[in-house]
């Protein structure tokens, strides 16, 4: 919706740390917002949802891929996955209801995005 694209854009990209996001509803898997021009694969949201369930172990050792580029873990838990590349960094926060994904390019400040997507994780956490 509507909404909840200006609530990334004002919390996120408002940042200046943050390159792009989506917000993907849990139930039913789909994407139900995301900023200009960030398209995630319906198999990179499956892929993600799979993670926090069943595969979150394997993410830490191997990293996972992302629209078709490679990212190590930093970071896995049941709430959250931090994982970065030379060009940058994804950060993913699941809530009841969402997952949330931010990226983040070179140059950007990681620890800037992911306070900024842990903080609207949280905010969102009860819908």
């Known amino acids: 919706t509507e909404e909840l694209q200006a609530l990334l854009n004002a919390s996120l990209l408002g940042t200046r740390h943050v390159e792009s996001a ?8 789909t994407v139900c917002a995301a900023t200009a021009g960030f398209r995630v694969p319906e198999e990179n949201v499956l892929n993600l949802i799979y993670t926090f369930y069943k595969d979150l172990v ?15 873990c930093v970071r896995a838990d049941e709430h959250s996955l931090y994982l970065h590349n030379p060009d940058g960094g994804l950060i993913v926060v699941k809530t ?23 903080k609207l994780g949280k ?3 009860m819908s």
């Not at 969402?98 to 997507?117: D, Q, R």
């Open 22 to 29: 989506a917000l993907v509803r849990l139930k039913g898997k």
């Open 58 to 72: 394997q993410v830490r050792r191997e990293g996972l891929y992302f629209k078709e580029k490679y990212y190590k």
């Open 96 to 118: 009841n209801a969402f997952i949330l994904i931010a990226t983040y390019k070179a140059g950007m400040y990681p620890s800037v995005c992911v306070e900024a997507v842990e």
């Open 123 to 125: 905010r969102n956490a």
